[in-house]
């Protein structure tokens, strides 16, 4: 009688699991962003010299990506995922502002699995690939313009609960790893130094930290 009920236990789930693991995943993703900025906000507390300032350590995301399952609970596919940092601000002795964003190109391994009679589903992946960093510094009448990148990565989990047709609505969750430690402009000059002095160490854009959000998915 236990060996019967386990069998069809094993046979539950396994219905389950293969109802979840559609050819095709795509998904969509927003929420909050924390970013760690630790040389731009250096930078601020340099330009600002004990006035009012305001650090860049948050902001917004939002992306997109495709799953094509190659097998049970495995699948492979492109990410795309923008974030925009909150704007670093300085008061005073002259106002300024920092402003940054990273587009990131990346291409992941994930893997999902159902909650049986539940319609609630988990997925997980690892991502890498490519970050393009925009940045911009403005004070005293004068702005610089740069951009920069370097490899990117995250690691994520969606909890989603299936609606209809394929249709399923999640919670979105990530750690992004994204430090582009050199943003130039045209004359191959930082946009920004650590220390405040035009010649002073140049200091890099860290996007790094955790994502939570909210995600709309749809298999087939």
Known sequence: ????????????????????HALVDVSAFVGY?????????????????????HHADSGFYVGADAGITL???????????????????????????????LMMYEVGVSADTSLPLTGLSV?????????MANAKAAGGGNSTTGTGGAFVGEVGAQLRYKLFMGLSLGVDLAYTLA??????DSNGNS??????????????????????????????
Do not use: E
């Not at 430090?179 to 130039?184: G, M, P, R």
């Open 191 to 220: 946009v920004i130094t650590t220390d405040g002095s035009p010649s002073g160490p140049a200091g890099g854009f860290d996007f790094s930290g955790l994502n939570a959000g909210g995600a709309l998915s749809w298999d087939f």
């Open 71 to 101: 097998m049970p609970f495995l699948k492979v596919g492109p990410r795309l995922k923008y974030i925009q940092a909150n704007q670093g601000t300085v008061g005073s002795p002259v106002a300024g502002t920092i402003d940054s964003n």
């Open 123 to 131: 997925l997980g992946g690892v991502w890498g690939g490519y970050g």
């Open 33 to 53: 962003a924390m970013v760690a900025m630790g040389d731009v906000n250096k930078a601020i507390d340099s330009y600002g010299a004990g006035g009012p300032t």
């Open 179 to 184: 430090n582009i430690q050199s943003v130039k």
């Open 1 to 20: 009688m236990k060996i019967t009920r386990a069998l069809m236990l094993v046979l539950a789930l396994g219905l389950a699991s293969s109802q979840a």
